[in-house]
């Protein structure tokens, strides 16, 4: 046999799933090493966050485990097999994620099965006693049902209260009370060789404790794979041993706080081999109360294309001052980062006083706050040392609440095209994307600098009418609701894309 194809795709529990530049600061993972924490049908089985201050000596792992275990649930999601009931026989249905990386369809189960089957198990972690429970967007994506099951073999059917695909993280909430609660820690006070336990339930063996170290902070995936973005990464690495079905679980310290959630690992067949991955609280805590508070995450930007600084554009733009930050690429029209000063060749250093050392640092600083925010940037231009206050815009360039369904929330942000970009294309009017993230203009295969020319064979000419035929759209009375995209790229080459609001 030939050596086994590696692939990357996000950490599942799932056997179906479907899913801020940053820069590689590792070069000995390979698009090819990281895989899914994904399973096949696997077998049966006060306040929103507590803090806490206890200590524990650094060879116990006893009372961690004792105070943890309570606080991780099985889920199990449900759905309809799609294209069930149309034709007979043996068929196929695709999802186009697992086409993506595995390059063939997936074969559909029998017509006789029954309507809802298993789509896969993972697990998640009660972060309130009456019921709100965090995981992977990933493990209940798609889902028609979600049980999730306690430790002490309890079962409830779920609600989703919101997802944001970006971070890869869920929440859920069941009907319960006085539910053992994982109190939430703080992430960013993780060093680098500190114990940390994984709880889970790997191959449908519930409350499975594992332990390891931290073997890195910040660290970005998708970029070391030259893969697709899979949003904001900014991933706490260790050694845990994490397997199919931990995916949502928790990363706990040896206090039994709550320090992260499980959500992919590094591996070439599929299990654990080596290293796992997990989304860190300080990214939680703000992603998960704009979900329970407005069912959407109000996404703060700085509007800037950036990478990590390394020695050739060190050597290239004569910086000499520092050999460790985020470099400024460009900076986006209507956004936060040109209405403060900050310009292309900069160098961002720090935010609030927290050091920016790569992009995924940058990210996960930035993604604590909200639109109307003040933060303070720190930044090296001309070899000299600045710093500016910066209030945080959202992707449409103001400070207006996203809610779930919004125009504001489809992952997308926009800017007039320039007339010599027009003139260059040969057309009188466009809309430019200045901005994509995770959300269904992604999805449909729109990349920033596409210059939309027509919706639906309506001419488009600031956002403002692509916001009118969102609108128009939604109110529309059929179940068919999606957005016919024409236009061009900046190179001239033309595209037609099928955004599907349906979902929305």
């Known amino acids: 046999m030939k050596t086994p194809m590696k692939y990357i795709l996000m950490a599942a529990a799932t056997a179906v799933v479907c899913s801020a530049v940053t820069a590689v600061t590792v070069n000995a993972l390979t698009s090819d090493n990281i895989q899914a924490i994904a399973s096949e049908q696997a077998p049966e089985r006060g306040s929103f966050f507590t803090v806490a201050n206890s200590v524990t000596p650094a060879n116990d792992f006893t009372k961690a485990a004792e105070s943890t275990i309570n606080g991780v649930v099985s889920i199990k999601s449900f759905s309809t097999p799609r294209g069930y009931g149309q034709g007979g026989g043996q068929g196929f249905f695709g999802d186009p994620f697992l086409e993506y990386f595995f390059g063939q369809p997936q074969q559909r189960q029998p017509q006789q099965q029954p309507r809802e089957q298993q789509r896969g198990l993972g697990s998640g972690v009660i972060i309130s006693k009456d019921g709100y429970i965090v995981t992977n967007n990933h493990v209940i994506d798609e889902a028609e049902r979600l049980e999730v099951t306690l430790n002490d073999n309890r079962t409830f059917d779920a609600t989703v209260i919101g ?26 006070g993780l060093k680098v060789g500190e114990w940390v336990l994984a709880v889970g339930n790997p191959f449908g063996f519930t409350s499975t404790v594992t332990t390891g170290i931290v073997s890195a902070k910040s660290r970005s995936i998708s970029g070391v794979s030259h893969s697709r973005p899979m949003g904001i990464e900014s991933y706490i690495q260790t050694d845990a041993a994490v397997n199919p079905g931990n995916s949502g679980g928790a990363l706990v310290n040896l206090s039994g706080e709550l320090i992260g959630i499980n959500t992919a690992i590094y591996s070439q067949t599929g299990n654990y081999a080596g290293y796992s991955f997990a989304i860190p609280t300080s990214i939680v805590k703000k992603v998960v109360s704009d979900l329970r508070q407005f069912g959407t995450v109000q996404r ?5 294309s950036i990478s990590d600084l390394t020695a050739d554009i060190a050597r290239e ?14 900076v986006s029209e ?35 706050y909200r639109p109307g925010d003040k933060v303070k940037v720190e930044y090296i231009r001309d070899n000299k040392r600045h710093s500016v206050d910066i209030k945080l815009l959202n992707p449409q360039g103001n400070t207006s609440v996203t809610k779930a369904g919004d125009f504001a929330d489809l992952g997308v942000a926009f800017k007039k095209a320039d007339k010599a970009l027009l003139r260059q294309l040969g057309i009188d009017s466009g809309v ?58 900046p190179t001239g080459k033309r595209g037609i894309y099928a955004v599907d609001l349906s979902s929305r």
Request: proline content about 2%; cysteine-free.
């Open 163 to 188: 997802t944001d695909p970006s971070t890869d993280l869920a929440l859920i909430k069941i009907d319960a009370t006085e539910l053992p609660v994982i109190p939430m820690g703080d992430s960013e």
């Open 300 to 304: 703060a930007m700085l509007g800037v």
């Open 317 to 330: 733009k004569g910086i000499t001052a520092v050999s460790k930050g985020v470099y400024v690429g460009a």
């Open 334 to 368: 209507r956004s936060s980062a040109r209405e403060a000063g900050i310009q292309e060749d900069d160098v961002i250093v720090s935010v609030n006083g927290v050091a920016t050392d790569n992009s995924a640092q940058l990210q996960e600083q930035i993604s604590k």
């Open 432 to 489: 430019q994307v200045a901005h994509v993230e995770e959300g269904v203009f992604a999805d449909a295969g729109i990349r920033k600098g596409f210059v939309i020319v027509s919706i639906n064979d309506t001419r488009m000419s600031s956002q403002e009418d692509i916001e009118k035929m969102y609108k128009a759209i939604m109110r529309g009375n059929t179940d068919e609701k999606v957005m016919i995209v024409r236009g061009l790229y």
